[in-house]
């Protein structure tokens, strides 16, 4: 038998020059163009997004304009009133704050209008503080007034911003005090609401047919155009964004509570409220209705006499159950 062969183990670290080497790894740059615009894009987007975010959380900003600032109140026009803290929140704290302006006969003479009460809703700025001279025009034509402060306006109480959801549970709940706790009729409470105020009115004569008529002074009809013009931009869409409403073109074309609708005098005072679209949103509303236009200064005859006219055409002329 011949001797066995035996081979040398092969060295792996030898090198193979007969093997053929793949070729080095090369990156499509037309891949890599790719890749790096749909990271762009998708970062972009990502931005826009945030952007809007921060719109949409903030757009509340751009109409409402509260005031913590109380400085003036009924008594500075020679009126008597009383503070009133009411709406409890499940702290015991009351959340709202108003004032109540009842009317006081003298010489035991009873004002025509003394029977009923307005609930004056303020417009989405500054406090109480601003409606004192509306207040003091409603009490000199013998009515009672009941003025709230939403909150975050004044001195109620609120941790969160204020919004249109907040303003209308807080109307709602100015009107359940009136009729719960001081006993009022609510076939004897007009709501009375100035510029945005107006769609919270307009709501509540909606929900409560019994109310005899509504006021609405100086309404914004278009409350996302004012949101737009305070700050234009043609990269985010406020109109879509914005979440506050405000709507009262609708609801006033369906509404059968008498309306005294007030366009001019001394509440029309909001520089982005296009005054030229009042005519129109009035021509819209149900009847019965009566529109007033109002000089923007020396307006206080012309006020009363309107406001006069209406009540007596209307609530007042109203058969008492």
Not at 15 to 41: H, M, T, Y
Not at 105 to 127: C, K
Not at 213 to 238: E, F, Y
Not at 270 to 292: E, G, H, I, K, T
Request: charged letters at 15%.
């Amino acid at each position: 038998m011949p001797p066995a062969k035996h081979h040398a183990p092969r060295n792996p670290r030898a090198p193979r020059s007969n093997v053929p080497q793949p070729p080095p790894e090369v990156i499509d740059p037309v891949w890599l163009a790719k890749a790096v615009g749909l990271s762009l894009v998708a970062a972009l987007l990502c931005g826009y997004a945030t952007l809007c975010l921060l719109f949409y959380q903030g757009e509340w900003q751009l109409i409402l304009h509260p005031s913590r600032i109380v400085d003036r109140t009924p008594a500075s026009a020679g009126l008597g009133y009383q503070d009133v803290h009411f709406d409890a929140a499940d702290s015991g704290q009351p959340r709202l704050t108003a004032w109540w302006i009842p009317e006081e006969p003298q010489a035991g003479f009873q004002p025509r209008y003394a029977t009923f009460t307005v609930l004056y809703l303020h417009d989405g700025s500054g406090s109480l503080s601003n409606t004192v001279p509306t207040l003091a025009l409603l009490h000199r034509a013998g009515l009672n007034v009941f003025a709230i402060d939403y909150r975050g306006f004044g001195a109620s109480g609120s941790s969160a911003h204020p919004s249109e959801a907040l303003m209308v549970q807080d109307a709602a709940a100015a009107l359940e005090y009136l009729t719960s706790t001081l006993h009022i009729p609510t076939r004897d409470i007009i709501p009375y609401g100035v510029g945005l105020g107006a769609s919270l009115a307009v709501r509540l004569a909606r929900d409560h047919a019994d109310l005899p008529a509504v006021i609405l002074d100086n309404p914004d009809p278009d409350p996302a155009s004012t949101a737009a013009a305070v700050k234009p931009s043609r990269v985010i869409p406020i109109r879509l964004l914005y979440g506050n409403s405000f709507d009262i073109a609708k609801p006033i074309s369906g509404l059968a509570t008498p309306k005294l609708l007030i366009s001019g005098g001394a509440n029309a005072t909001d520089a982005n409220r296009d005054l030229a679209q009042m005519p129109s949103l009035f021509q819209r509303a149900a009847s019965p209705r009566f529109a007033v236009t109002l000089a923007r200064t020396d307006s206080d005859a012309d006020y009363q006499a309107a406001l006069s006219r209406f009540l007596d055409q209307y609530p007042a002329a109203r058969p008492r159950r």
